[in-house]
């Protein structure tokens, strides 16, 4: 785990994936640039209630990432 200072500072969250390096006797972290989403507005064949879409290769999102996402939420 990585010290809060740390994940602070560079804006991690838990479950933020990262990239590890060998540089001589040294182990570097990197952040992982997920790719970017194609999001769009559709409907929802059942409800006729908006929806957001993602698209077939969007990551997937597990609650607790949806319960992060929404706590910023206004």
Same mark, same amino acid.
């Given at each position: 785990? /990585?010290?809060?200072?740390? *994940? *602070? =500072?560079?804006? /991690?969250?838990?479950? &933020?994936?990262? =990239?590890?390096? !060998?540089?001589? &006797?040294? !182990? +570097?972290?990197?952040? +992982? ?17 908006? +929806?957001? =879409? ?6 997937? /999102?597990?609650?607790?990432? +949806?319960?992060?996402? /929404?706590? &910023?939420?206004?």
């Amino acid at each position: 785990m /990585l010290p809060e200072l740390i *994940r *602070r =500072k560079l804006g /991690l969250r838990a479950g &933020d994936p990262l =990239k590890a390096a !060998i540089e001589g &006797d040294r !182990i +570097v972290l990197s952040r +992982v640039t997920p790719p970017p989403r194609e999001a769009r507005i559709g409907i929802d064949a059942l409800t006729g209630l908006p +929806v957001l =879409k993602a698209g077939a290769k969007a990551q997937k /999102l597990t609650s607790r990432q +949806v319960a992060a996402l /929404l706590a &910023d939420f206004p």
